[in-house]
């Protein structure tokens, strides 16, 4: 069964320091993988995916994130934080409903990302 | 504008009450979904559908009900069934491409308190 884990569940950095955000996915299959953020009472953003392009993907408001097949892992980055980053992100993986056909997404339980002057 | 809205933003109910979750997409999406979220536990996916006229369960579909009669809208009936109700629902869509459903779009929320 696909499943994703989220290393830390809140994460706090100053306002221009890096931003790394874990994801480490389990999948029996390629996976499709993407990042959403959730501003507080809204609904879910997505911010990029992976579907077995190039393994370094480039996504809105200057993130990216790589895929690594070895370490199962599509760690979520931005080389400067900024206020309006802080935010709740997501991991989801999509894997093939074996009945019935199409996709279904498995997220992370979420890290909440908190940036301080 | 496309997109996804859901009404209403907050909704109260008195327990054992029914009530009824309003999603409606004019993306032109095939699938529609819906999720539970409560704190620390990430997305739970209720019920979702593909086409129209059939739906299926998803992971916690326990005390919940769906329709779909027209492929923009998806609505989700809370019943007086589900144990624990108050929570943020949120609807989501996908379009299908080469027969896969890859990202999801998300709606607003509707953030359900029962009393």
């Known amino acids: 069964a696909q499943s994703v884990t989220q290393l830390g569940s809140h994460v706090s950095v100053s306002e221009g320091a890096l931003v790394l955000l874990r994801c480490n996915y389990s999948?029996?299959?390629?996976?499709?993988l993407f990042w959403y953020v959730q501003y507080p009472n809204q609904g879910l953003q997505l911010l990029l995916k992976y579907t077995s392009a190039a393994t370094l993907v480039k996504g809105i408001n200057g993130f990216e994130a790589e895929f690594k097949k070895s370490e199962t892992s599509f760690h979520l980055t931005k080389p400067s934080a900024h206020m309006s980053d802080a935010a709740e992100y997501f991991c989801a993986v999509s894997y093939r409903i074996l009945t019935g056909g199409g996709n279904k997404l498995t997220f992370g339980t979420g890290t909440q990302l908190k940036v301080e002057l | 504008d496309g997109g996804i809205t859901q009404s209403p933003k907050y909704l109260f109910r008195k327990e054992g009450q029914n009530v009824t979750l309003s999603c409606e997409q004019n993306l032109n999406h095939d699938a529609m979904y819906w999720y539970r979220q409560d704190p620390g536990q990430g997305l739970r996916l209720i019920y979702y559908?593909?086409?129209?006229?059939?739906?299926q369960k998803g992971d916690i579909a326990e005390g919940y009900s769906v329709s779909r009669e027209k492929k923009e809208s998806f609505p989700l009936t809370v019943t007086s069934a589900q144990k624990n109700p108050t929570a943020f629902y949120l609807c989501a869509s996908s379009m299908r491409v080469a027969g896969e459903f890859y990202e999801q779009y998300f709606g607003p929320g509707t953030r359900l308190t029962v009393t």
């Open positions: 999948s029996s299959v390629p996976p499709y």
């Open positions: 559908s593909q086409i129209v006229n059939d739906f």
